[in-house]
């Protein structure tokens, strides 16, 4: 008892995954009894998440479950109080990885099951606001570009189980992919002055100097500033986003940068002088960066944005000067800046849709592996040779999503030789896709035969669901009472889940010699009422 109070207050959740506990389960049953007996916490056993025999993956499904427990259930109470402040009285449902919805009881128990449920959400409201049955959505955010393909009018479902931060896990999700490209990724130069875009997320200088007015006149005099031409890092601000109560959580530097930008967002290179520092990297600062204390602005793409006039809700100013900081710097004319930069996005954007769509690597052109195919593309994305043309085309349309998606797409679609389709309320598709997805809840059973010991001729069958097991002589009868099983469980858990008259459809699978896989798939429209 000492230990578990020793743990209190540092553990939220504990997990048991063992080998093989879809066959037989037993082993957790008995270590979630014994570990009830002597801690309250809660505990998450690995085989009522997946019958997958992947042993790692159903490991790693079943912790990452356990650490998302707390967070999603304060999440989900938060929103209950906001609803009732409100007097919205409806039911709350949660959007899973695969695009379905479950409702918030389903979501607190498994959160695990969110895994990727915005870009899938994305997805699925692309797929409503423009009818299409086929076609390649590109869902372009403040911090990335997600890529999903929709095939006979659904979201493709990754089979293998959706990876978090390269941990592969046993959660079905949608078929996605994520670049760190978006509105507001932070245009920067490399070592060799070279042009680069993200992955990091900034704030905008348009914003910035929205909601502080003496950042566009230090912008302003920045820009007018002779040789020396100034060096774009000094276009990067820190900016307090809230103030601190416990001091005494934050080292002696951290209090002292907070204690800087109270007065206001600070070049960086400001910051850093005043402290005794060369660079960022020399000071270590990741409390504040991690807990959004501070916040970081520099150039993005929704500042070209503001400058084209295509998007200008903030301060256009801000942002010329900016530009007229990097191309000083360049000596180059603007305009060669904006082109080399929207060709810098297509080149990227059009790179990951031949990876997601074909699976393979696309080597840098100084990379030794690179090879005519490469040469191929380069050549379709910025047509060079005197005598050979190349041309790519996508078979089916790119439906684009996200409120940059109307310019940073067009140039992609001519290059693949496609349409590019932006339906209406394209800006708003992850919030229609959140509510025009359905409830579906899978239920999976289990047959695989009992072996004698001597010749292995099959006694007879075991039907597993979750933790029942029968045996049962003849793989007939096994099967039919398997398949009544899994289609009442699956219509009770939807029921529960909040979908209204769902429809059930069994599939019988065979999972190798003499074992099966019964799989029910309950289907339905949410249930509006409370």
Not at 197 to 224: C, D, F, M, T, W
Not at 439 to 444: A, K, L, N
Request: include cysteine; proline fraction near 5%; glycine fraction near 6%.
């Amino acid at each position: 008892m000492e230990k578990t109070n020793a743990i209190k207050n540092k553990v939220d959740a504990i997990a048991v995954s063992s080998y093989f506990s879809p066959r037989n389960p037993e082993h957790e049953i008995r270590s979630q009894k014994t570990i009830a007996s002597i801690c309250e916490l809660p505990i998450v056993l690995g085989h009522q998440l997946s019958t997958s025999l992947g042993s790692v993956e159903r490991a790693n499904t079943a912790a990452l479950n356990a650490s998302l427990l707390s967070v999603l259930q304060e999440f989900i109470i938060a929103v209950r109080k906001a609803m009732e402040h409100r007097g919205i009285d409806a039911p709350l449902m949660v959007v899973r990885g695969d695009g379905t919805l479950m409702n918030d009881e389903f979501a607190a128990r498994s959160p695990v099951e969110t895994i990727h449920s915005g870009p899938a959400a994305s997805a699925i409201g692309g797929q409503f606001l423009s009818n299409i049955n086929e076609g390649l959505v590109l869902d372009i955010g403040g911090t990335t570009t997600d890529l999903a393909f929709i095939k006979d009018g659904k979201v493709t479902i990754s089979e293998t189980g959706a990876s978090v931060s390269g941990y592969k896990t046993a959660v079905k999700a949608a078929n996605l992919l994520s670049i760190g490209l978006g509105g507001d990724s932070h245009i920067t130069l490399d070592r060799g002055n070279v042009l680069s875009i993200g992955p990091e997320r900034v704030i905008p200088l348009a914003y910035l100097s929205h909601q502080y007015n003496n950042v566009k006149e230090r912008l302003q005099a920045l820009a007018k500033r002779g040789w020396p031409a100034p060096y774009p890092r000094e276009l990067e601000y820190w900016f307090l986003q809230r103030d601190i109560n416990d001091r005494n959580s934050y080292t002696a530097r951290e209090q002292e940068v907070i204690d800087i930008l109270r007065s206001g967002p600070k070049p960086t290179t400001e910051i850093l002088k005043s402290l005794g520092y060369l660079d960022s990297s020399q000071i270590d600062i990741s409390n504040l960066w991690r807990e959004e204390v501070i916040g970081k602005s520099s150039f993005t793409p929704t500042d070209i944005l503001h400058i084209d006039g295509r998007y200008t809700p903030w301060d256009s100013q801000a942002s010329q000067a900016a530009l007229t900081v990097f191309s000083n710097y360049l000596n180059w004319p603007e305009e060669e800046f904006h082109q080399v930069l929207w060709e810098n996005i297509t080149e990227t954007i059009t790179k990951s849709v031949i990876h997601f769509l074909t699976k393979m690597d696309i080597p840098e052109k100084n990379d030794p592996q690179y090879t005519l195919a490469n040469w191929f593309l380069q050549n379709s994305l910025q047509p060079g040779h005197g005598q050979l043309a190349t041309q790519i085309q996508l078979k089916v349309p790119l439906i684009g999503l996200g409120a940059p998606a109307e310019v940073m797409l067009q140039e992609t679609a001519r290059v693949l030789n496609t349409e590019l389709i932006l339906p209406k309320h394209f800006q708003v598709a992850n919030a229609v896709g959140a509510v025009a997805g359905n409830v579906m809840v899978t239920e999976e059973i289990l047959i695989y035969p009992q072996l004698s010991s001597g010749n292995f001729d099959v006694i007879s069958y075991y039907v597993q669901a979750r933790e029942n097991r029968i045996e049962i002589d003849e793989l007939d009868d096994a099967v039919a009472y398997a398949k009544k099983i899994a289609k009442d469980n699956a219509l009770s858990a939807a029921l529960r889940s909040g979908a209204d008259n769902p429809q059930v459809v069994v599939d019988v699978i065979q999972d190798g010699m003499d074992s099966y896989q019964i799989k029910a798939r309950a289907i339905g429209k949410p249930r509006l009422e409370g």
